[in-house]
């Protein structure tokens, strides 16, 4: 086959592959649509209530939602009721904010996608280079202090951390906004709110970032460390490649690999970190929203929050594992690992 | 000759792979439609590549696999059918020796433990006759002081001497039958003599037959009665060991005894000839003989056909092979 | 057990308890246990610690740290102190349920789905799947939040949404020891799965669950204080979580409040991180005991390097003499080559048999100046490659003589690859200062020495879309890129198959009598050697103790150990007489004073108590007492050992 067959073939089986893996996505999402439809259902009293949450309901709305949802049919086909509207893309209307849940949480997705993107990839690239100079270098010690910096990471509570980043850098030094997205006085859009955003950012990103910076570095060190005792570092050794173009070519990719392997996973962590942080920042994402609707009871917008970030893991999943296809010859063709 | 006391009827193992799309498909063929007596006393050695499917063979005939098509027939029965009186049966019947006496032990048990379970599994011995029991076994395979040996560790063992503990815990119940992988390979040299001595004075003492796979042909020569050579899940030729090691008829099992080295430094057989042929190994989709991609025999029918095993020129050997039957059928 | 009937079971546990107390020295565990114990002593004994009732609330509300309250107060006016030391009882107990509930659940549907595998795996995996798209936290914070936000409930809600890590550790774990030879014995030995699971499974799996159950602790008190601080904790169960809530709105006032219980709780996970970390170390240190680890290799002997010496007899193109190495194992020593000579002249094809364990391996790392530095405990002697006396050379030298004079081939050509890089890359790595085309040309060339298809999509392949034998190849490729004068091929053809064998050996010999190029061919498989060697030595124990032209070599064995090594070989005449060594190897960590072989050699007397000379007899030579006799080399030729023996002890 030539090579341009052969990388016809690739990109056919990348194609099937994420295709597969977006259906097997699919089942999991119902999955998770039936598990919260059943956890509003099993919640103790009046459905309608159950998902308005703790407003008083007027009367003709309570019986437009059981007539919409067939409250008084069985569970079964108020399921698929429920599945219908979900699949339409309709995750209900949120009676506390007087929006429908889709457009609100559209309306702060933005801030936490800007909020976990900040943490993680600066997160990934710092604990990427750490770990992989830590496993490099030749002194033990410089080993021992990362291994100490990983753990205290892993041990600290992250919305305190962004507690005390508060306490220390806002509210002492004043170096930085103590929370909220932007300045109230200030006007720009697009580009400039972004820039305008920045100072905000620092301290979240900052405690959002402190544990996967551990958990990156952790992986990076380990899996350097394995590729540095693999034959093939003894053959390039013996070619007479010197230590810095075998790090450089042997070393780097394929421990790379791993790391990459694991962001998927994190990405989900770096969400649920995310519901505390913009709480202890003021953050408008959807963490906050989150958690705003749990204090009011406003179960659609519970849903439709969870859903969305069921439906953000996954989407990274995803992308990792496409990522890693296309780092990994041996794993193109063959059926993806874990 | 002995009645055998296992018959492979027809075996095969598919190891299949789910995938999305057609929800299995077969990922290859380990095994495929192998038929051989086993019998006590005798040695049948088992031989080919690696990936040819001797362990996979190996693993069904203890039946630590189960068979996609055929069964294993033990007592006139087939296996699948055997009650848990046969099956136990069977246990104390055949017994199976690893390649690689490392990893063949439960870390956490002494030597004492590995062997006395067995015992305990079979029987109900006092504790001084388990103990017993326990060193004329260590004896037996040549672990001696079996004081020694009894409360070590296996992995505190050197490579021969856990091979031993590996043949002593396959002797403790007993067997009429051994399956032996590969249990030379992982040892040294001078140590692997030793193993083959233990095994062929066995042998002798006890009148076990054995299903030894191996990859050394020169072993072949030295111990087997009988041998069977598979390739690709198939065996391709079959008969006395001094048959076919000295007058190999399938082309494979020629290329196989013209590919082992001499002993002796004046009867060289490798060349510096011969580097311009160089074997991408093709791949096999199942239609006719799958040693075709490298046979320099080979034939139109021989990419249609799948050859069976049959008569050939020598007495008492079967081939695989379309040309050598129809050679030999004409003359 | 008695340290007599097995020395060999008081070393190891000896060594078990080494290793605990490395655990312990090592640091991490011992502060972790000992911070973890004092916590739970003071959760236990709370009421009589804490200075105040924990519900009395104190005139000062708010109240910074001071000598009445030690942390101060929160804003109803309880002392935290007091609430600290209560907390930690509700903290503990919240966590350690939750892990145990995790623990359960994950070791059921682990075994379940490793046991059953198949359809019920399949299940079950998905539903893990599921547990870990959403976050646990999340998870974790709306059943709370749908349920009710009872201690138990948190505690439950906890327990259920953190056990799918435990669950994959099971399961992985069942799914490799089920394969694992030990287990599919006792199936074979008639054992029931019961026992299988409970007696073989279980127990070896033991570690990396035992490690994730520790850790489990760790995220459940990260986790209760999440639910607590977004305000779906207990209310009424004052736990450090709980603490927490509230702070947010004083901090500015009262960082008290909000340093406190963080403080404790960092410190009580960082403790469980500890413990486990510790406990993880000590079961992997556990799994691989005498491992050698090859992490950094560096030349070791390497002072300045003036002009390279040119020294040696001018015929030899490698030259070594009285080569040392001796590495450290543990507390051990392994004497890994001994006052080794070994001369290979140029265009000659030299064998250098021995079983493992000899010795032979760590000698052509010595000749690369690739030792394991870290282990290194003596590097002596002399190496000299056409005269350049390696041992002397700087590590940019030794690199460019690697890259230009000297060339080894692996025996596992696939790990030996590097598995992401395209193998002609990896060829034309290895050549120095050509133009990019000219690389090109030049790797087309020696791919087709060896036999190998010259065409870009081959160059373009990777190494695991190659058959084991054209991985070989590559690798020999690879050696030959730098045109080497001399190649070293460590066990070349030790993991292919017969015929791929025969197709490497050939590649290997036709590729010599291409080039004037020298090889030294490592082997234990003494048919490789007359296949392909003019001359071999046979190493023992760390020694050369014999030397000998090939023919000689198989007509007439000196030393004891050659001809048992003979004796071994089927196919071999001798093979049949019988005659076979006893006893293993010796252990290069515990070599007698005397000859190394003296244990198994049939013909030991009296003098062998003494280390044997080096015995040269005319271009050959042999380490043993029976050839050290001034009239010249006793017992050579095919004489009977009786005879020898009657002839040496006269
Ligand atoms: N558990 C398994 N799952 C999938 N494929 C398998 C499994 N076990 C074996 N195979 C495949 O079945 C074929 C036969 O393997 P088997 O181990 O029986 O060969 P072998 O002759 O014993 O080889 P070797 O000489 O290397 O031990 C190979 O292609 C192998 O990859
Ligand atoms: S059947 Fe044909 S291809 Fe197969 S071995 Fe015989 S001659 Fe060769
Ligand atoms: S020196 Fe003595 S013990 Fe050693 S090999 Fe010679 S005869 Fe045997
Ligand atoms: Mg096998």
Known sequence: MSERGQYLKYLLGTARFAVSRLLQSLGLLLGVVMVMFLLIRMAPGDPVQAMVGDFPVPDEYRDQVARQYRLNDSWLVQFMVYLGHVARGDLGYSYASHQSVGGLILERLPATLLLTAAGLISAAAMGIALGTWSAVSSRRSTRAVLDMFVLVGFSIPTFWLGQMLVLLFALRLGWLPSGGMSDARAESTGWASLLAAGPYLVLPAVALGIRELAATARIAKGATMGVLSEDYIVTARSKGLSSAATIRRHVIRNAALPTIASLGYRVGLALAGAVTIEVVFSWPGIGRLLYQAILARDNSLVVGVILVIAVLVIIANLVTELLYRALDPRIRGARHVR | ?331 | MSDEASPLGARKNRAELFSWANTLRSGYGLVGSITLAILVLAALFSPWLAPYDPHAISSSYLGPPSGEHLLGTDLVGHDLLSQLLHGARVTLLVAVTAAVISFGLGVLIGSLAGYFRGPVDAVLMKVTEFFQIIPSLVFALILVAMLGSHLWLVTIAIGITIWPQQARIVRSQFLTLREREFVQASRALGFSDRHIIFREIYPNALGPVLVQATLDIGIAILLETALSFLGLGDPNKASWGQMLFGAQEHLERAWWIALWPGVAIALTVLAVNFVGDALSEWFNSRSDVGRVSLQKRKNVASPPAAAPSRTGDGTALLDVQDLTVHLRRGAKVVRAVDRAEVKVRPGERVGLVGESGSGKSMFSRAVLQMLPSANVETFTGRIALDGIDLMRLNEADMRRVRFEDLSIVFQDAMTYLNPTMRVGKQITEAMAGLSATDRQERTRQILASVALPTTTRFMRRYPHELSGGMRQRVLIAMALASQPKLLIADEPTTALDVTVQAQVLRTLVAVHTKTDMAMLIITHDLAIVAEVCDRSFVMYGGQIVEEAAVSRLFSEPRHPYTRGLMASMPGKSDYRLGKRLTGSVVDLTDVPTGCRFAARCELAHDRCSTEPPWVRIGDEGVRCWLFADESGPIGRSTDKPADSKEVTTS
């Not at chain 2, 048959?243 to 013209?258: E, F, I, K, S």
């Not at chain 2, 029918?301 to 069976?308: H, L, S, Y």
């Open chain 2, 1 to 331: 000759m002995n009645m055998p006391i296992l018959r492979l009827n027809k075996l095969s193992k598919t190891f299949e792979r789910r995938s999305f799309w057609n929800a299995t498909r077969p990922l290859s063929y380990a095994v495929r439609d192998v038929s051989l007596d086993l019998v006590k006393g005798e040695t049948l050695a088992l031989v080919g590549e690696s990936g040819s499917g001797k362990s996979t063979l190996g693993l069904l005939t203890m039946n630590l696999l189960t068979a996609s098509e055929g069964s294993v027939v033990f007592n006139g029965k087939p296996l699948e059918k055997a009650g848990a009186k046969d099956m136990a049966r069977f246990r104390r019947t055949v017994q199976i020796v690893f390649q690689n006496p490392s990893a063949a032990f439960n870390p956490r048990r002494t030597v004492l433990a590995t062997l006395a379970q067995p015992l305990l599994l079979h029987g109900k011995p006092s504790k001084t006759q388990l103990r017993a029991r326990v060193d004329e076994l260590l004896e037996t395979v040549g672990l001696t002081p079996a004081a020694a040996f009894r409360d070590v560790f296996p992995h505190q063992l050197s490579g021969g001497q856990r091979q031993r503990v590996m043949i002593a815990r396959a002797l403790s119940v007993d067997p009429d039958f051994v399956v032996a992988d590969e249990p030379l390979s992982s040892l040294d040299v001078t140590v692997q003599a030793q193993i083959l001595d233990l095994l062929i004075r066995l042998q002798r003492e006890r009148d076990i037959g054995y299903l030894l796979i191996t990859h050394d042909l020169a072993l072949v020569g030295e111990v087997a009665d009988r041998v069977a050579v598979m390739y690709r899940g198939r065996v391709v030729e079959s008969g006395p060991a001094t048959t076919v090691c000295d007058a190999p008829q399938h082309p494979y099992t020629r290329l196989l005894m013209a590919s082992t080295l001499s002993a002796d430094p004046n009867e060289r057989r490798i060349g510096a000839a011969d580097t311009a042929r160089v074997f991408d190994v093709p791949r096999d989709d199942g239609a006719g003989c799958s040693f075709a991609g490298r046979c320099p025999l080979a034939e139109s029918q021989c990419k249609t056909e799948v050859p069976v095993l049959g008569r050939s020129g020598q007495p008492g050997t079967e081939v695989a092979c379309h040309v050598i039957q129809r050679r030999d059928g004409d003359v």
